[in-house]
């Protein structure tokens, strides 16, 4: 997870969104294109490692008949954040309501959770059934990259196949390159600059969205 000083330099440089855009739009655009992927038109959702929860204020703004809400363990960030947020590791998070969300989302979030499949099933029993959970991640194209990172990425089979346990109709939205703002943000923060260009240079974003199934 983003380190204090890491999240000081960036909120310090106005970079509230920690996060991997399209190629040349700007943050309010991303976040519509977001919510048009999410595809869903129940209120509540959740956003897990909201950051400082600029694509939920933003959502909430454009759709106010939405209550967004984040989960974030950093103090400095949860203090931030634009949307109400319970501070605290999602994992470890006991008074989320079950049944309740119509749409939980990680938006480069879900490689610090400790295990994927404890995650999702956590996401899967706050859901509704019928409810959407969706992912905005980063994907590596090369193992030795991997090693490089601070957070766990996943293939998309892996993912698939994680998702093919609570959900169904789990499909992947698109990948596409990174874009400027994404660049400068990690290198703003990023102590070795070689890493910071290898890394950006083999991995990629990518989107899943999946619906929760009844029984689940
Ligand atoms: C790379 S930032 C992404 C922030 C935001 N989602 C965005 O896209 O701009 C990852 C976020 O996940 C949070 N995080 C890390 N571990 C977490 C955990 N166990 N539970 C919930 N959030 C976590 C971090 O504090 C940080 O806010």
């Not at 008949?65 to 501070?87: C, E, F, K, M, Y």
């Not at 390159?177 to 923060?189: A, Q």
Request: glycine letters at 6%; proline letters at 4%.
């Amino acid at each position: 997870m983003p380190s204090e000083l890491q999240t000081q330099k960036l909120l310090a440089v106005g970079v509230d969104v920690f996060q991997i855009y399209w190629t040349d739009e700007d943050k309010f655009q991303h976040a519509e294109n977001l919510w048009r992927l999410v595809n869903h038109k129940g209120p509540r959702v959740l956003d897990v490692g909201c950051g400082v929860g600029a694509i939920g204020a933003i959502w909430q703004k454009r759709h106010p008949d939405l209550v967004v809400t984040g989960v974030n363990p950093d103090p400095l960030q949860a203090s931030a954040s634009a949307i109400p947020t319970t501070r605290g590791k999602f994992q470890e998070c006991v008074d989320l309501p079950a049944d309740y969300f119509d749409v939980v989302t990680f938006q480069y979030a879900l490689g610090y959770m400790p295990s994927l499949h404890l995650a999702l099933d956590k996401a899967a029993d706050l859901l509704k059934a019928g409810g959407v959970l969706f992912i905005y991640d980063i994907c590596c194209i090369d193992d030795t990259v991997r090693s490089l990172l601070d957070y766990r990425t996943y293939d998309i089979m892996e993912m698939k196949d994680a998702l093919d346990y609570n959900f169904k109709d789990a499909r992947v939205l698109f990948t596409a390159d990174h874009s400027e703002v994404f660049r400068h943000s990690m290198e703003s923060v990023g102590e070795d600059m070689a890493a910071v260009q290898l890394i950006l240079s083999k991995t990629s974003p990518v989107c899943y969205r999946a619906v929760k199934v009844d029984n689940a």
